[in-house]
T-cell receptor, first 113, second 114 residues
Framework: KQEVTQIPAALSVPEGENLVLNCSFT??????LQWFRQDPGKGLTSLLL?????REQTSGRLNASLDKSSGRSTLYIAASQPGDSATYLC????????????FGSGTQLTVLP | ETGVTQSPTHLIKTRGQQVTLRCSSQ?????VSWYQQALGQGPQFIFQ???????GRGNFPPRFSGLQFPNYSSELNVNALELDDSALYLC?????????????FGPGTRLTVL
């Protein structure tokens, strides 16, 4: 059974700082890994998706990496802004027929002005 | 391209009642997955429907059931509601034949059970 862990659970940084969010998973037989953003009480916004054959994906100030052999992914946020404050979730999509996502519990990020 | 929509936005029920939540998938997507997100936790997979058939189920009791219609919209039904069923219910649509199999989420339905 896939288990996904995110560290830290909460993070507070001053505006402008670069930061890294960590995600680890126990079963390397994944189809892809997605990073999501969730604002309080809202649904999930997909940020980046990394295929199992890829090492990283970039979108603007965001860069996500994937190391299947070690069961780790990181989300790098450059030059953080107060608008980046949200909960960030990583999720591994299994390679079985159901293609279900297994989520971590998230990292709650606060960027202080 | 129309995104994933869910209704209602919020719902309040009492213990023992039954509830139906609805989801319209993104245009062209034939797969809908449902997730339950308790406060402060990541979403948990409930089940998935692919072309109107259940295609996988998480660790949820049979009182959680679903349907998918020919237009690929979906319903989640929960019978005999319990206090612990209070959560944000999310649906996601996808098209498995696409290379990336990305799942797109709706805004969720907040269910409160009193």
């Amino acid at each position: 059974k896939q288990e996904v862990t995110q560290i830290p659970a909460a993070l507070s940084v001053p505006e402008g700082e670069n930061l890294v969010l960590n995600c680890s998973f126990t079963d390397s037989a994944i189809y892809n890994l997605q990073w999501f953003r969730q604002d309080p009480g809202k649904g999930l916004t997909s940020l980046l998706l990394i295929q199992s054959s890829q090492r990283e994906q970039t979108s603007g100030r965001l860069n996500a990496s994937l190391d299947k052999s070690s069961g780790r992914s990181t989300l790098y946020i450059a030059a953080s802004q107060p608008g980046d404050s949200a909960t960030y979730l990583c999720a591994a999509l299994d390679s079985g027929s159901a293609r279900q996502l297994t989520f971590g519990s998230g990292t709650q990020l606060t960027v202080l002005p | 391209e129309t995104g994933v929509t869910q209704s209602p936005t919020h719902l309040i029920k009492t213990r023992g009642q039954q509830v139906t939540l609805r989801c319209s998938s993104q245009s062209g997507h034939n797969t809908v997955s449902w997730y339950q997100q308790a406060l402060g936790q990541g979403p948990q997979f409930i089940f998935q429907y692919y072309r109107e058939e259940e295609n996988g189920r998480g660790n949820f009791p049979p009182r959680f059931s679903g349907l998918q219609f020919p237009n690929y919209s979906s319903e989640l039904n929960v019978n005999a509601l319990e206090l612990d069923d209070s959560a944000l219910y999310l649906c996601a649509s996808s098209l498995p034949s696409r290379l990336y199999n990305e799942q797109f989420f709706g805004p969720g339905t907040r269910l409160t059970v009193l």
